[in-house]
């Protein structure tokens, strides 16, 4: 059974780069049967999905539109883990992190448990 | 991108009752839709996948419908377990993924 854990830093200054990791157990990240992402959820809002990517030969990435010019996504086969990273933050990027897992093709089966990231001076 | 509106945002329903949410996408996604229940402080989880089929595990008062660019979750008789936030979510492969905004059912 898969397993994916967030961490990183709880608090990001404003202007900074908010750098989060999801550790993968279960699954390896670079066997091409699966993308992998990030979304986030701020505090009573909804879900928003920031981006993912996926290998199948080589290693492809889609992002939201709306953060792709701040948002940079790598993965590190050899720990199987996979990055975000998110320039020049806002408040408006406090919220719950999220990583997740969707077979290719198909919806996300499966969540980290979430961890805040509160971006405050 | 596809936009995906989901409807209502709040609903309040009493339990044993029927109730229905509906998504809508911007252009069609076929069949390529998925419904989460979330509950504070949790992930969301899978209840239907590829429009209408039942996740494992999922009890069989869940169930959705549609095709194309219009889609609803139905539940048939409200439990006190089913009392959350519902999110649509559209996964056609050729665009980024998005969700509906989400629709929160409360207790009447």
């Known amino acids: 059974q898969v397993q994916l854990q967030e961490s990183g830093p709880g608090l990001v200054k404003p202007s900074q780069t908010l750098s989060l990791t999801c550790t993968v157990s279960?699954?390896?990240?670079?066997?091409?049967?699966?993308?992998w992402s990030w979304i986030r959820q701020p505090a009573v809002k909804g879900l928003e999905w920031i981006g993912r990517?996926?290998?199948?030969?080589?290693?492809?990435?889609d992002y939201n539109p709306s953060l792709k010019s701040r948002v940079t996504m790598s993965l590190d086969t050899s720990t199987n883990r996979f990055s975000l990273s998110l320039s020049s933050v806002t408040d408006a990027d406090t919220a719950v992190y999220y990583c997740?897992?969707?077979?290719?093709?198909?919806?996300?089966?499966?969540w980290g448990q979430g961890t805040l990231v509160t971006v405050s001076s | 991108d596809i936009q995906m509106t989901q409807s209502p945002s709040t609903l309040s329903a009493s339990v044993g009752e029927r109730v229905t949410i509906t998504c809508r996408a911007s252009?069609?996604?076929?069949?390529?839709l998925a419904w989460y229940q979330q509950k504070p402080g949790k992930a969301p989880k899978v209840l239907i996948s590829?429009?209408?089929i039942l996740e494992s595990g999922v009890p069989s008062r869940f169930s959705g419908s549609g095709s194309g660019t219009e889609f609803t979750l139905t539940i048939s008789s409200l439990q006190p377990d089913d009392f959350a936030t519902y999110y649509c979510?559209?996964?056609?492969?050729?665009?980024?993924?998005?969700f509906g905004q989400g629709t929160k059912l409360e207790i009447k």
């Open positions: 997740a897992r969707a077979p290719l093709g198909t919806f996300i089966d499966s």
């Open positions: 252009q069609s996604i076929r069949r390529w």
């Open positions: 590829s429009a209408s």
């Open positions: 979510q559209q996964y056609n492969t050729y665009s980024p993924v998005t």
């Open positions: 990517f996926y290998t199948t030969g080589s290693t492809d990435t």
């Open positions: 279960g699954d390896s990240i670079s066997s091409g049967n699966s993308s």
